[in-house]
């Protein structure tokens, strides 16, 4: 019987760490939410599970399902985006090091890196990640261990080089780390274009129905510490100071949320393609309206990161961002939706509004990469685009009369 062709993303999504339990059949094999493992002995592990912060066989089923979907060697499932990026900092960087990260990122990883970090001895630049020879200066005048990149990025949908970013990195001796909860698997592989870790909250687009919160983080295959990072480990590689470290400090995710979390990955592709398609339309009817000074969304063929998108992604994603006259307008129009919830997040099937500038990115106010004032982040879900057009129409000229 000759052999099947590779199997595509959908079919992966589906079927890897899904196989049907071997005792009952189950097509969706069970939560394992136990705590702690029998052993054969004291010495003999059964399965080689032991206790629930070590391994859980729940979440080492995702764990392999996304490493296999992100074209990476492992991955790694957290409580939260943030956990995630804390503990993969703690594991490639010592005290004295410098990362280098786009200044435009998510408010919470714009506090980490420049508030919480420092305090065990980071340093940290923010930059324009399109200026390559700005960053190029800084990686090698730092000695960067760690180039920081969100694209497409949080909330302005700025699109960066992964491939570009990632030649400067590696020509330093850093490791370039990709936020990709924007793009999610499905539509970009930061790993493909060159990166060495990806990371992600997973409550976004993977978990995609608002009822879970979790982070993860990928490694590219025989990932090792940058030089001049000695690990806890005797290997150097990545991964074993991962699970050494995620062992020691017990950030991992529950078996309930992680089992969302994969449930989440089986229906990806169906949901960023509508995601897309929607978010686009929605782009496309609010570049010309009269309220709007700016929309920021890059399947918008005249948006500065259009091109590069294009080449770098399979379909835009579901989040853009406008700019309206003033904090005030802003603010008024995001109180004044009805199908468009008034929340914080993203990625899920119903539709979010927000205003960063007090809800997401409080943070950086008074900083040189403050969020514009009159800025709203929408997130588009799942709900027919007409009314979706149609409730933001509204809201606009409800606040403008």
């Known amino acids: 019987m000759s052999a099947l062709p590779t199997p595509g993303f959908s079919t992966r999504a589906v079927h890897v760490g899904q196989e049907p339990d071997p005792l009952t059949g189950d097509v969706v094999p069970p939560v394992h939410v136990t705590s702690t493992h029998v052993q054969d002995g004291v010495d003999t592990l059964r399965g080689g599970y032991e206790y629930g912060r070590s391994a859980n066989p729940t979440r080492d089923a995702f764990q392999r399902a996304l490493a296999d979907l992100d074209g990476g060697e492992a991955a790694f499932a957290f409580p939260s985006g943030l956990s995630a990026e804390d503990t993969l900092l703690r594991a490639i960087t010592r005290p004295g090091g410098h990362i280098s990260f786009g200044a435009d990122v998510y408010g919470g990883t714009f506090r980490l890196l420049t508030i919480v970090s420092p305090a065990w001895?980071?340093?940290?630049?923010?930059?324009?990640?399109?200026?390559?020879?700005?960053?190029?200066?800084?990686?090698?005048?730092?000695?960067?261990?760690?180039?920081?990149?969100?694209?497409?990025?949080?909330?302005?949908?700025?699109?960066?080089?992964?491939?570009?970013?990632?030649?400067?990195?590696?020509?330093?001796?850093?490791?370039?780390?990709?936020?990709?909860?924007?793009?999610?698997?499905?539509?970009?592989?930061?790993?493909?274009?060159?990166?060495?870790?990806?990371?992600?909250?997973?409550?976004?687009?993977?978990?995609?129905?608002?009822?879970?919160?979790?982070?993860?983080?990928?490694?590219?295959?025989?990932?090792?510490?940058?030089?001049?990072?000695?690990?806890?480990?005797?290997?150097?590689?990545?991964?074993?100071?991962?699970?050494?470290?995620q062992n020691s400090v017990g950030s991992i995710e529950s078996p309930r949320d992680v089992y969302l979390a994969h449930r989440g990955l089986k229906t990806l592709a169906v949901r960023m393609e509508r995601h897309s398609a929607s978010a686009l339309a929605i782009a496309r009817h609010l570049s010309g309206h009269p309220a709007v000074r700016a929309v920021h969304y890059p399947g918008l063929e005249d948006d500065p990161g259009h091109d590069l998108a294009a080449r770098q992604m399979k379909a835009f994603g579901g989040v853009l961002s406008i700019e309206l006259e003033d904090a005030a307008l802003a603010r008024r129009v995001a109180e004044s939706t009805q199908v468009f919830s008034l929340a914080v997040s993203l990625g899920a099937t119903e539709s979010l509004i927000e205003y960063p500038p007090v809800m997401t990115h409080a943070v950086k106010q008074g900083e040189p990469s403050q969020v514009p004032q009159g800025l709203l982040r929408l997130s588009v879900g799942l709900e027919d685009p007409e009314d979706l057009i149609a409730d933001i129409d509204r809201a606009l000229a409800e606040a403008r009369a």
């Open 121 to 245: 001895g980071l340093t940290s630049t923010p930059l324009d990640l399109l200026d390559l020879k700005a960053v190029e200066a800084d990686v090698t005048g730092h000695q960067t261990r760690v180039l920081w990149v969100e694209t497409p990025s949080n909330p302005q949908l700025e699109v960066f080089d992964i491939a570009a970013l990632a030649q400067i990195a590696h020509a330093a001796g850093a490791l370039l780390v990709v936020d990709n909860t924007f793009a999610s698997p499905y539509l970009q592989q930061p790993i493909a274009l060159g990166a060495d870790v990806v990371v992600y909250s997973t409550t976004k687009y993977i978990g995609g129905h608002s009822d879970l919160v979790g982070g993860a983080v990928v490694l590219r295959e025989d990932l090792r510490l940058p030089e001049g990072v000695t690990g806890w480990t005797e290997s150097g590689l990545v991964a074993d100071e991962l699970v050494f470290l």
